[in-house]
């Protein structure tokens, strides 16, 4: 590759990355709200006996866990963790101090509980008992994956390199 090939390319990127605007600030999260509503308007209809119905049913767990993933770590800070971005500052009130270094937990465990209260609620066997147990499953593992990520590595992982 030449010289020019390079500027030309480097040029290119220089103003993709320039690009602002609502939608290019928020395009993860647009997708991925796209992509959940599209499992769900297909499980609306589907039959959730059928391969099919079951999938959309899971996808809409998985991508609910993602999007709450892509904005909860997006907002919130849960000190110690990988997963979640850094504080801008540190309130002078020690509880306000806490509940900002745990927020991203608390934000998980209160939703977590709405989320059991309403699978209890429900008929598990039901069409959208299913979805909303797959939820509280993917809710767990989020919380589990924050928590854990406070204290354990993982070699050669990007989010064990402190």
């Not at 690009?19 to 509503?37: E, Q, W």
């Not at 924050?146 to 590595?153: E, H, S």
Request: charged letters at 20%.
């Amino acid at each position: 590759m030449n010289t020019s090939d390079k500027r030309l390319k480097t040029a290119g990127l220089e103003k993709r990355h320039r690009r602002s605007g609502f939608v290019h600030r928020h395009s993860l999260s647009i997708a991925t709200i796209t992509i959940l509503t599209l499992w769900t308007i297909l499980y609306i209809y589907a039959d959730p006996s059928t391969h099919w119905g079951s999938f959309f049913g899971n996808a809409i767990a998985d991508w609910s866990g993602v999007l709450v993933t892509v904005l909860a770590t997006k907002y919130m800070y849960e000190k110690g963790s990988a997963e979640s971005r850094n504080p801008k500052h540190e309130p002078a009130n020690p509880v306000l101090c806490f509940l900002d270094d745990h927020s991203l937990t608390i934000f998980l465990l209160v939703t977590g509980i709405g989320w059991v209260m309403l699978f209890r609620a429900m008929d598990a066997n039901s069409k959208w008992g299913q979805v909303v147990g797959n939820i509280v499953s993917e809710w767990t593992q989020i919380v589990g994956l924050v928590l854990l990520t406070k204290r354990l590595l993982e070699r050669g992982s990007k989010e064990s390199r402190r």
